[in-house]
């Protein structure tokens, strides 16, 4: 069976829509833990009512080894880790062994509204600032850089006029709750290859 591992920040929202897709028999997998790091993440909640192990692996407790610590739990047991609104960054040998077996959801059209300090909510005020008329949400490959790893797919999102940082934040999450099982289901079946930096989805 596919395992995957999830890691969280807040809501969990992106958490609940893979939820969703596996108990739907959308997604053959299972997952093997949720991983917070920060204790008050609502998501944690939404992780244990559903039966799923939870862990809280904080900066504050494990400073610079929160990611040696999250790659002990996860070593040998998941196939997939999912960054699903996970605002810390992974660093060291996590990247190396999970070379290419970590995907992140980003609110935003990569390589715009990205990279350090760009998470949550100050994306969509970015992008309202700017007066950009579409943004969306990508799906990309982790890597030592900060959103900077292959795009695996991205969902466009019209921006109207009238729209503040916080609605334009509710309708790119529905997007995000589509694109991040998809690609979820199209890694679990082998059907994402990366080329030359690039990535190709099998249809
Ligand atoms: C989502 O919009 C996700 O794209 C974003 O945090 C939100 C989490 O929502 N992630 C980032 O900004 C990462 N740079 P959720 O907890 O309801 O899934």
């Known amino acids: ?18 939820i969703n897709q596996i108990e739907e028999g959308n997604i053959n997998a299972k997952i093997h833990c949720v991983i917070s790091d920060r204790e008050s ?20 407790k494990y400073g610079t080894k929160t990611s040696e610590k999250i790659l002990e739990l996860l070593r040998e047991k998941v196939d997939l880790i999912v960054l699903a609104g996970y605002l810390s960054i992974l660093d ?56 900077g790893g292959a795009i695996i797919n991205q969902a466009l999102v019209p921006v109207y006029f009238e729209d503040t940082a916080k609605t334009l934040q509710e309708r790119i999450l529905i997007e995000e709750h589509k694109i991040l099982p998809e690609v979820i289901k199209a890694f679990s079946l082998n059907k994402i290859k990366l080329e030359n930096g690039k990535v190709k989805i099998l249809l």
Request: glycine share 12%; hydrophobic share 40%; charged share 25%.
């Open 92 to 147: 060291g040998e996590i990247l190396k062994e999970f070379k290419n077996k970590i995907i992140n959801i980003h609110p935003s059209l990569i390589p715009s509204f990205s990279g350090n300090g760009m998470y949550g909510i100050k994306v969509h005020e970015a992008a309202i600032k700017k007066g950009v008329k579409f943004s969306g949400c990508t799906v990309h490959f982790v890597n030592e850089e900060v959103d």
């Open 41 to 60: 993440a609502k998501g944690l909640l939404k992780a244990k009512e559903k039966g799923i192990d939870t862990f809280v692996i904080s900066k504050k």
């Open 1 to 18: 069976m596919f395992k995957i591992a999830v890691l969280i920040s807040g809501g969990g929202s992106n958490l609940l829509s893979i």
